[in-house]
């Protein structure tokens, strides 16, 4: 391994996350049964082995690659923007869960623990993405590829897809 590489990996983890599923917490979640014994499993041991970065509002890998809040499905949903050069993309976790969304932007999956933030954090990240021509890449849509939206009203079209190269 080089210099710059850790000899560790290093797991980001928001920590509005991590305070709203830690065990001690007061808060209930809308999908708790789902999620039971998931942050003892899987969360903890990370944070207890010193490999967890719990960050807030924005973090900054490196020069082209930016966590920023984004909550409501969940208090410390994300999003991962990307710039290089001049292309812009925004990679969007858990703020799209259907293409609908894209037109009714208000529209929330059920597991949406904030409702109202969820829409404020997609409206936010759509409106950004369509004014700013960056690429949105939605991880829960079939196709693997970026978005170029344009506004339209209160909404959003795709405007095109960007392809991917063919994969051999």
Known sequence: MGPDV????????????????????TRVARTAAANAHVFDDSVAPVVESGQAVLWEDTYDIDGALRLEDAPGHTPGSSVL??????????????????????????????????????RASRRRVLQRAADEGELVFPAHLRGGSGARLRRTGSSYAVQSWAPFGERT
Do not use: K, Y
């Not at 850790?6 to 917490?25: C, K, V």
């Not at 812009?88 to 703020?95: I, K, Y």
């Open 6 to 25: 850790p000899q560790r990996p290093i797991h980001l983890i928001p920590r509005a996350d991590h305070d709203f599923w830690h065990p001690d917490s």
């Open 81 to 118: 923007t990307l710039r290089s050069g001049g292309e812009r993309a925004v990679f969007v976790g858990d703020v799209l869960h259907n293409p609908v969304q894209f037109i009714e932007p208000d529209a929330n999956s059920c597991f949406c623990e904030d409702p109202a933030t969820a």
